[in-house]
Nanobody, 127 residues
Framework: EVQLVESGGGLVQAGGSLRLSCTASGFAFDDYAIGWFRKAPGKAREGVASIRTGDSSTYYADSVKGRFTISSENAKNTVYLQMNSLKPEDTAVYYC????????????????????WGLGTQVTVSS
């Protein structure tokens, strides 16, 4: 059974940083696609960052490019999302999603169609 557990969310002031963690089990972690999505109240779910654990290739949404960094530590079955220069509009529940490493790296739809989701962690950025 595929399981993903997020941690590291919290309350931070604008301009601050947080690091989210996603620990996974139930699949071959060293050859998978792991993504971070977020859902803010009243807004559509948004893909934020994606990584292929097999070659560490990454992809980012324009809204976070240059501020967020996704990385993986395969020995610990963990993916991280380092978030810097946080803005109030980054406030959302952040979800970790895992799927087989098929298709375009940049396809958020593949995560929506084939992904296994964690329960999410709340990130709140105050102004």
């Amino acid at each position: 059974e595929v399981q993903l557990v997020e941690s590291g969310g919290g309350l931070v002031q604008a301009g601050g940083s947080l690091r989210l963690s996603c620990t996974a089990s139930g699949f071959a972690f060293d050859d998978y696609a792991i993504g971070w999505f977020r859902k803010a109240p009243g807004k559509a779910r948004e893909g934020v960052a994606s990584i292929r654990t097999g070659d560490s290739s990454t992809y980012y949404a324009d809204s976070v490019k240059g501020r967020f960094t996704i990385s993986s530590e395969n020995a610990k079955n963990t993916v991280y999302l380092q978030m810097n220069s946080l803005k109030p509009e980054d406030t959302a529940v952040y979800y970790c999603v895992g799927r087989p490493p098929l298709g375009l790296h940049s396809s958020w739809k593949l995560y929506l169609d084939f992904g296994s989701w964690g329960l999410g962690t709340q990130v709140t950025v105050s102004s």
